[in-house]
Structures are given as structure tokens and as C-alpha cells.
């Protein structure tokens, strides 16, 4: 008979050799595997025992007396063996065994580590592995599956009773993503029509990642001895390998979309850890790295893996395509490997990505706010260690034992006021625990030593606690010390170290330095110092009752011969400590005094200067605005001779520059104040630099105005204009924009403008205004007319745009006066305009007009 590829023999029939190691190693390890063969090997054993009349129930048990084993191996033999004992006892049940083993190996089958005695105890392990070799010897010598993958999903075993009984099953309806229903159909079809019993549950099959293979081989030797019945054995092999041939060919593919998947995935599975990982670096350059790290992911390792993405669903797509064309169903992934699977895992790796990056950010700054805060703890810790040093050796002392009636009394005060200083010091402890719980949610690097430096903190807290409570307790029981100076000793202490703290408070106060910018805040600095120096008295007071119950002390401990070491138990704060901050604090009121004296004059100096300054540019600012103003209308509104203009115009420059003093001492003003270091003033709105500025375009505007008037007399001289000709030009220029609006003829406009305006910017000047005007008007009346229009289009300004011409004019004259303007424009002409000045020298100075 052909064999499947996997044969358990090593070639040679009379030396079949099974797997043990195998068999210790795959098997037992697994209970699910385990199960499998006990209802395999017990239903294999039970489909020949029941040509004999008879069955089992439980494999391990039933086989201990040897009877049913030795029946068995007649059974499927068609030998007869040695007549079997009939007895009970042990000895009867190992001879029994024995008899069966030896059958065994009389077939060439060696049996490694099974004996009889194992058998009649009822070892699970042994009895398996020998019905296993049964099995091996007599139903699967010439038959190998190939693995148990391809039967877990029932496909295999549908395909053999199609093959052989295509009646009994349509395959074309089964499908791959349903192996319960594949199995169960297979199962029922072979017991109901083939006479297989149901030796596996299909349950068991597809819960196991890999299904026992000796349970698959025995169930499938039934089928194999089934079909071999009906039909040579050859020919039902060869059927079974052509059917195996074409799954093996698509188990080959699927197999390597797994793998393409598997990878894909499991790199996937691996990445995401690793960009969801904000386990924090101790170190800034670290975290440098950390993010490093990320980037170079971002630029060689994840663009690789896209492309397998893609090849993977392109191999998926390929797949599907073979198995339509084969007329298999069409091909489900193991469990969490589909394409979907794959894209939900891609999606899950870019969500993983997405805010990596911002964590390491955040991490970096977080990391500067957790130097900051350890810093902090190791101060306040730093502090309260340096507090507590030798305390727990004070509070432990047993002087109390041997001390005086009243050096019992002066302990018992004393512990009393440690007592209150310790309680002072609560908030201190619950401040370092607040900072490192801080520390610890924020996964500060170095936590374990902050939370042992804390813990050791709180610890000794709680033993000073616990060693304050103690010393009370004894004090308390050998108190018996003189009251009258134990109180006074008490209240000394009382009064001294409130007095003594505001004596240090005050002055940390009086040495305190202070930076000020206004007049108003120095005022409430010396106002907060007057109202302390008011209670000097009252303080000198308390002092002279402090010293007083110093030496109520001392005049009892002379009186009464008392024993008192000349200190007081309870403070370390002696008369000659107070009197000589008392003295210190006198001496710094007023050296207070002098400075607040000094920074009060300065900053009324500070505030003269503002004003200063704020009275004179609040002067020149408006001033040099009205000047600007009173140009701009003198430029419109001219009387006189064009030399009487100028004249006027030149002593108002004069005027003008004689104001520059003004401006230079309000440079001088503000030269002063930067020295000063003022850098605001609410007196004024005008800075240095917008004086400056309007100073500036004041001399510039008067400056061209001037330049203007001038420019007009050598027009009017070259030309010939009379004064009162000019002044017709100015006033018909300075109204030219407010008449009423015409059409203009675009030809003549465009002939007039060629000549007004030749760089054909669209504005007019005064100059070329005259010059066109000039030449272009023969007699004095037609100019006065054309004059008068040039007035009534300019308006206020001392040019019109030539546009304008066009829309106020006829067609015929507007264009006529642009074309003849045009070379009297000055050098100086708004471009596209016509002046005043031209319009007029073109009006009256040419003779040809």
C-alpha cells in the first residue's frame, strides 16, 4: 500500500520503532491532547472489541487484568494467543499483560519504557503509548498523514468521503471559515453510512492550536480501512493523494499568506509596544533620543513595511482567485490574520504613532519641571534634617533621673515647648511628602531615593512623635519643682520668643531692599514705615516686661538660694539677645528713615523731569501741528506780490527756525530723563521721537513752499505774466476741482493731456497749468475765462488732475487745454496733474497764442 509521506517505521518491518520521546515530550505536556486520545484510542479500541462481543469504558482501567487487551489483539490480529489467567491477583493481571507484550514485540514492534507492571497500576501515560503502538503495528503500518493542519478546518476529511462517496456529502457547499460544521457533517456521515465510530468531538479540534497528531492518524486509518474495503487499497490511496495534492498545493498558499501576515503583523505587534511605551528617561539626552529613534523609524523602517501591506493584499487577492478557479470554497484566514485584521493592526500602529512625538515634547518639559521640584525637596529636606539633628538623642536623655526638684521643672517646661515646635514643624514634613507624592505621579527618575529620603523623614517624624509622647509621660511623673519660678521661667519664654521672631522679622524688614518707579509707591513704602514706628512703644514696652520677668527671676533665685544654673530651661533667648536686637532694630529705623528720604526725592525728581518734559513737548507738538496747518493754507490762499509772498514766506521760515532752541531743550529734557532710566510719562502723548518727526516735515514743507514761490517768479518774469494775471491763475487753480461735472471728448483730452502731462501720470501742476494757458489763449478776456474754469475745477489744491479736465470740460476745450499745457509742466509737477503755474504761463506767457 502507498504511504502519505510521514511513515512512523524506520524501514525495516520488523524493527518498528515508536516514538517515545516524541510521545513524553508532544503529548503529556498537553491535556487537550490527552483527551483527544483517550476518546480516539477508547472508540478505535471499542470498533474491534465489539466483533468479540464485548467493549471498554475507561482505557487505563479496563486494560489492568490484561483479558480485554489480549481479546483485542486476537481481534485485529485473526491470531490466537496464550491461554490468559483467570485470577485476580496482581501476579495473575502482570502474567496476562505480559503475554500481550510479548505478542507485541514478537511483530518487530520494540516497546520502549512500557511494562506490565505500569499497565496493571493503571498509568494513563503508558497505557496510550502502548494502545498507540497497537495502533501503529496493526491499522497505520502502511499509511502516513501528512500533518494535522489540514484536517482541523474538516475539509480533509469531507474531501476523502467525497471522493470515495460523493452521494453522501456536497463539498461544493462547505466552507473554510466554518470548521464546526465541516467536522460535525464528516463525523456523522462516516458513523451513520461508513461504519466509523465518532472517535474525535469537533469542539476539541478547533479549540487546540494544533490537534493531536496520533488521534488525527488513528481516526484517519479508519477511513483508509473503510474505502480499502470497497476498493483496492492502492487505488483508495491514490484517490486520497490526489485530493491531498490539491489541498497541500492551496494549504501552500494560505500558508504563505500566514506567514506574510504573521510577520506583518507580529513587526506590527512589536512596533506598537514601543510607540505607546511613555515610560519616562532619566535624562534629558534620553529623551533627545527617544525622539531621535522615533524619527529614524518614521524614515527607514515603517516605508518597507507599507510595501508588504501591499504585497500582502495583493497575495490575498491571487489566493482567492485559485481557490474560485478550483472550486474550493474561498480561503478565511486563521483567526485575527484577515486583511481587515491586518488594516485594524495598521490602523492601531498609526494611532500608536499619532502624539508620540507631542508625548516626547511634553516628557522633555516635563522632565525641567521635575529637576525643579527635586531641587525643591532636597532643600525642604535638607532643612528639616538639619532641624531634627540630635533631637531624637535630646528627647532619649534620661537627666531627668538625677536632676533637682527644680531642674525636673525646667525639663518638663522645656519638653513642653519642643512639643510646640515640633507641632510648628507639621507643615513642614507634610510639604516634603506633598512634594515627592508629586514627584512620584509625575515618575520622577530618581523616586525610590526621594521616597526612601521621605519615608526615612516621616519615620523619624513619627519616632520624635512617639519619643516627645514618652519624655512627657516621665517628666510629668517627677514633676515637683517650685511653681513661682518655673512660671516666671515660662512666661519669659512666652513673651521672649514672639518678641524675639518680630524683632528678627523687623529687622529683615528695615534691611529689606526695595526697587520703586512711581512717586505713589514710595509714598506707601514710607507710609507702611511710619505705621511700624508707631508701634516702637508699644514694642518697648512688651521689652521692659520681658526683662522685667528676668529679673523678678533673678531676685527670687537670690532670695530663696535657688539652684539654677543661671539659664532659663525653657529658651535659648536671653536679656542680653534682646536688648542687643532691641538696640539693632533702633538703629535700623533710621538708617530706614534716610533711605526712604532718598528714594522720595529722587522719584520726585523722576517726576519732575516727567513734567518737564510733558509741559514743553504738550507746547511744541501742537505747535508744530498749527504751523503745518497755517502752511498748508498760506500755500492756497496767497496775497500780494508773488515778491511779497516770498518775503512773508521767509520770515515765517525765520520764525520757525528761531523756535529750533525750544526743540533742542526739549532734546536736553529728554536726554535727561534716559539718564534717569523714566521710561513712561502719563503727563504728555508726544515722545522724542514724534517731535523730531514733526519738527522734520515742518522745515521740509516750509522749505518747498518757499522753493514754489520762487519757482513762480521765474515763470512769471520769462513769460511776461502780470501779478494780477497770476493771481487769477492761483485762484482759478486753487478752485478747478469743485464744479460741476461734464463729459469730456476723449480725442481732444488725450491731444491736451499729451502736452500737459507728457509722462501721462494723471496729475496736472500749477506751473504747466500756466504755461498751457498761456500759450494757448490769445487774448486776455478768453484766457480769463479759461482761467476762471481752471479755478472752479481745482478747488483748494493748485493743480488738476487731467482726468478731471476730461469729465468738467466740453470735449473740444478740455482736450484743447491738456494738449497746450503740456510743455509748460514744471520739473517739480505732480505726476498725471497741471499746476497753477503752468496753466497760467500757458495761458499768458506765450506770444504766439
Not at 532643612?383 to 531624637?392: L, M, Q, V
Not at 502752511?631 to 515765517?652: A, K, N, P, V, W
Request: glycine share 4%; charged share 30%.
Amino acid at each position: 500500500m502507498p504511504t502519505f509521506d510521514m511513515d512512523p517505521y524506520d524501514g525495516d518491518e520488523n524493527n518498528y520503532m515508536p516514538q517515545e520521546d516524541d510521545w513524553d515530550r508532544d503529548m503529556l505536556l498537553d491535556p487537550a491532547w490527552e483527551k483527544q486520545q483517550r476518546k480516539t484510542f477508547t472508540a478505535w479500541c471499542n470498533s474491534h472489541l465489539r466483533k468479540a462481543g464485548t467493549q471498554i469504558e475507561n482505557i487505563e482501567e479496563d486494560f489492568r487484568d490484561g483479558l480485554k487487551l489480549m481479546l483485542l489483539l486476537e481481534v485485529i490480529s485473526g491470531e490466537r494467543l496464550a491461554k490468559p489467567e483467570r485470577g485476580k491477583m496482581r501476579v495473575h493481571k502482570i502474567s496476562n499483560v505480559n503475554k500481550a507484550l510479548h505478542y507485541i514485540t514478537s511483530k518487530g514492534v520494540k516497546l520502549v519504557s512500557i511494562g506490565a507492571e505500569e499497565i496493571v497500576d493503571g498509568n494513563a501515560k503508558m497505557t496510550l503509548g502502548m494502545i498507540w503502538t497497537i495502533i501503529l503495528r496493526f491499522a497505520i503500518q502502511d499509511i502516513s498523514v501528512e500533518g494535522t493542519r489540514i484536517w482541523k478546518d474538516g475539509l480533509g476529511f469531507c474531501a476523502l468521503i467525497h471522493r470515495h462517496r460523493p452521494e453522501l456529502i456536497d463539498y461544493g457547499k462547505l466552507r473554510k471559515d466554518d470548521p464546526m460544521t465541516n467536522l460535525n457533517t464528516a463525523f456523522d456521515v462516516a458513523e451513520k453510512y461508513l461504519d466509523i465510530p465518532k472517535m474525535l468531538d469537533a469542539e476539541d479540534i478547533v479549540s487546540t492550536l494544533r490537534p493531536d497528531e496520533k488521534a488525527i492518524m488513528t481516526y484517519v486509518s479508519c477511513y483508509y480501512h473503510a474505502f480499502s474495503g470497497k476498493q483496492k487499497a492502492e487505488t483508495a490511496a491514490n484517490r486520497i493523494c490526489k485530493v491531498l495534492a490539491v489541498n497541500q498545493e492551496n494549504e501552500q498558499l494560505m500558508e504563505d499568506y500566514e506567514k506574510l501576515a504573521s510577520d506583518l503583523l507580529e513587526w506590527i505587534r512589536r512596533t506598537i509596544p514601543w510607540l505607546e511605551n511613555r515610560a519616562p528617561e532619566n535624562t534629558m539626552q534620553a529623551m533627545q533620543q527617544k525622539l531621535e529613534d522615533f524619527r529614524d523609524y518614521r524614515r527607514q523602517h515603517k516605508p518597507p513595511k507599507v510595501q508588504e501591506k501591499c504585497q500582502l493584499e495583493i497575495n490575498f487577492n491571487t489566493l482567492q482567485t485559485k481557490l474560485r478557479l478550483s472550486n474550493r470554497p474561498a480561503f478565511m484566514p486563521s483567526e485575527g490574520k484577515m486583511v481587515s485584521d491586518v488594516s485594524n493592526a495598521w490602523g492601531g500602529l498609526e494611532g500608536a504613532e499619532k502624539g508620540y512625538e507631542e508625548w516626547l515634547l511634553n516628557e522633555i518639559r516635563r522632565l525641567e519641571r521635575l529637576d525643579h521640584l527635586a531641587e525643591k525637596f532636597r532643600q525642604k529636606a535638607a532643612i528639616h534634617e538639619t532641624w531634627t539633628e540630635g533631637k531624637e538623642v535630646m528627647l532619649q536623655a534620661r537627666d531627668f533621673e538625677t536632676a533637682s526638684l527644680s531642674e525636673i521643672k525646667a525639663l518638663l517646661k522645656k519638653h513642653e515647648a519642643f512639643e510646640s515646635d515640633l507641632a510648628a514643624h507639621q507643615d513642614r514634613v507634610e510639604q516634603i511628602a506633598a512634594i515627592a507624592q508629586e514627584l512620584n505621579e509625575l515618575d520622577y527618575y530618581d523616586s525610590p531615593s526621594v521616597n526612601a529620603r521621605c519615608q526615612n523623614i516621616c519615620d523619624q517624624w513619627d519616632a520624635l512623635g512617639a519619643l516627645t509622647q514618652k519624655r512627657s509621660e516621665a517628666l510629668q511623673r517627677t514633676e515637683k519643682l517650685l511653681e513661682t519660678i518655673d512660671q516666671l521661667y515660662l512666661e519669659f519664654a512666652k513673651r521672649a520668643a514672639p518678641f524675639n521672631n518680630w524683632m528678627e522679622g523687623a529687622m529683615e524688614d528695615l534691611q529689606d531692599t526695595f526697587i520703586v518707579h512711581t512717586i505713589e509707591e514710595i509714598q506707601g513704602l514710607s507710609t507702611a514705615h511710619e505705621q511700624f514706628k508707631a508701634t516702637l512703644p508699644d514694642a518697648d514696652k512688651e521689652r521692659g516686661a520681658i526683662l522685667g520677668i528676668h529679673n523678678e527671676i533673678a531676685k527670687i533665685v537670690a532670695t530663696y538660694h535657688v539652684n539654677m544654673a543661671g539659664t532659663n530651661p525653657y529658651t535659648t533667648i536671653n536679656p542680653q539677645d534682646i536688648n542687643a536686637k532691641w538696640d539693632k532694630v533702633r538703629q535700623l529705623v533710621p538708617q530706614r528713615d534716610q533711605a526712604l528720604i532718598e528714594e522720595h526725592a529722587r522719584q520726585q525728581n523722576n517726576e519732575r523731569l516727567r513734567r518737564q518734559f510733558a509741559n514743553q513737548a504738550n507746547v511744541i507738538g501742537p505747535w508744530i501741528q498749527t504751523k503745518m496747518e497755517e502752511i498748508g493754507r498760506i500755500s492756497i490762499e496767497m496775497h500780494g506780490t508773488l515778491e511779497d509772498q516770498l518775503t512773508h514766506l521767509r520770515q515765517y521760515e525765520k520764525n520757525i527756525v528761531n523756535y529750533k532752541p525750544k526743540i533742542d531743550q526739549l532734546e536736553g529734557d529728554h536726554q535727561l530723563i534716559q539718564e534717569a532710566l523714566i521710561f513712561d510719562n502719563k503727563h504728555t502723548n508726544y515722545t522724542m521721537e514724534h517731535i523730531r518727526v514733526g519738527w522734520e516735515q515742518l522745515l521740509t514743507t516750509i522749505a518747498r513752499t518757499i522753493n514754489e514761490i520762487e519757482n513762480q517768479i521765474l515763470t512769471r518774469d520769462a513769460k511776461g505774466i502780470s501779478q494780477d494775471q497770476m493771481n487769477e491763475f492761483r485762484a482759478s487753480f486753487n478752485h478747478f476741482d469743485r464744479g460741476p461735472t461734464m463729459v469730456p471728448g476723449e480725442a481732444e483730452f488725450s491731444r491736451i493731456m499729451s502736452i500737459v502731462d507728457p509722462n501721462r501720470v494723471g496729475v496736472v501742476t500749477f506751473q504747466a497749468f500756466i504755461d498751457f494757458m498761456s500759450r494757448e489763449t490769445a487774448d486776455t478776456d478768453t484766457a480769463d475765462q479759461v482761467m476762471a474754469s481752471f479755478k472752479v475745477l481745482a478747488g483748494d489744491k493748485n493743480y488738476i488732475l487731467a482726468d478731471e479736465l476730461r469729465r468738467e470740460l466740453p470735449p473740444d476745450q478740455a482736450e484743447y487745454c491738456i494738449a497746450r499745457m503740456a510743455p509748460y509742466a514744471g520739473p517739480d509737477a505732480i505726476p498725471g496733474a497741471l499746476d497753477y503755474m503752468s496753466f497760467s504761463t500757458a495761458l499768458y506767457g506765450e506770444s504766439d497764442l
